[in-house]
């Protein structure tokens, strides 16, 4: 399984694929099986028009980012760690964080 993200090419906001577009929360992405996130990725790699540098984050059994990946899509999909903080951020979307073990 993995998530496709990318960012929005007017204002390099991260963005989360959710199935039926882009969207900011990464709590609404779409986990895609590795042959769907494979052909999705081909598809916004070539039409770089709303998005830049769209990649895919693989992920373990439960959901979560693998290890390697962990901290950087916490703070990606949570805010970062100074000045805005993951309270903020999850509280604009009306969530907790995600991401977390």
């Not at 906001?13 to 609404?28: K, P």
């Not at 992405?29 to 709303?50: G, V, Y």
């Not at 998005?51 to 916490?74: C, K, M, S, W």
Request: charged residues 30%; without cysteine.
């Amino acid at each position: 399984m993995k998530l496709l993200t990318a960012n929005r090419l007017t204002d390099g906001l991260t963005l989360w694929y959710s199935g039926s577009g882009w969207v900011e929360d990464a709590a609404e992405a779409t986990k895609l099986s590795d042959d769907d996130a494979d052909a999705l990725l081909i598809e916004w790699k070539l039409r770089e028009t709303e998005v830049v540098a769209p990649y895919l984050i693989p992920l373990t059994d439960t959901g979560n980012p693998v290890q390697r990946e962990h901290v950087r899509e916490f703070v990606r999909a949570n805010g970062p760690t100074i000045g805005q903080t993951t309270d903020a951020v999850a509280k604009e979307h009306g969530r907790t964080a995600i991401f977390e073990e």
